[in-house]
């Protein structure tokens, strides 16, 4: 199973509206990262938020963290077509000989025009 | 430069044969990484390397094995590809593994015939 999950498989908006993409996680961690991957592209890191930290926000990008609940969302405002892409959330753990980071299976964002 | 470079960046195989897939990066990283995606997977950790000669397994290595003999170079090696292993690799360093960002390269796509 996977120790870290996005909620949804797809999502699509109108240009211009805000969304939101959700995320889960099973272990303790140390940070929580945020990545985007467009087409015939390797993921780019979006934001990291460290689990000490509870809102972090990079321009139109916020993400939030909760540890109580092991969760994370990435919200974006004023959407653009450009933002059509998978976005996963990806957490550390200590596993065998070292930290790993670990990517959950992603969330499809369409922005349509 | 920051940046993460893999080659071939597509590769077609007969089942059997030997692949090399290599990648490097200019940032003096430590610790680099593996990973396949395939759809509705996401991306899956093979291998991690801590440093030089300090290769760890991920969550799915068996069918591969790595050799890390500079730091700046990390190759994933197939020996006798198996049709199954046809997927995008990709390949990611970061500073070290105390959640830190990953730098991902473009992807060598895969197919084995």
């Known amino acids: 199973s996977q120790l870290a999950e996005e909620n949804l498989w797809a999502l699509s908006v109108h240009e211009g509206e805000s969304v939101t993409v959700n995320c889960s996680y099973k272990t303790s961690i140390t940070a929580l990262q945020w990545y985007r991957q467009k087409s015939g592209e390797g993921p780019a890191q979006l934001i990291l938020?460290?689990?000490?930290?509870r809102e972090k926000r990079n321009g139109r990008l916020r993400a939030t963290l909760d540890t109580s609940s092991q969760s994370s969302s990435l919200s974006i405002t004023a959407t653009r077509c450009e933002d059509t892409a998978v976005y996963f959330c990806a957490t550390d753990y200590y596993g065998g000989s070292g930290n790993k980071l670990i990517f959950g299976t992603g969330t499809l964002l369409s922005v349509k025009p | 430069d920051m940046k993460v470079t893999q080659m071939p960046r597509y590769l077609i195989k007969r089942m059997g044969e030997n692949v090399l897939l290599e990648c490097g990066q200019d940032m003096s990283h430590e610790t680099m990484y593996w990973y396949r995606q395939d759809p509705g997977l996401g991306l899956q950790l093979i291998y991690i390397s801590y440093d030089v000669d300090s290769n760890s397994e991920g969550d799915i290595p068996k069918g591969y094995r790595v050799s890390r003999k500079k730091r700046e170079h990390f190759s994933l090696i197939l020996d006798s590809a198996k049709t199954n292993q046809t997927s995008v690799y990709f390949c990611a360093s970061s500073r070290d593994t105390s959640g830190n960002t990953l730098y991902f390269g473009e992807g060598s796509r895969l197919i084995v015939v």
């Open positions: 938020i460290r689990s000490n930290e």
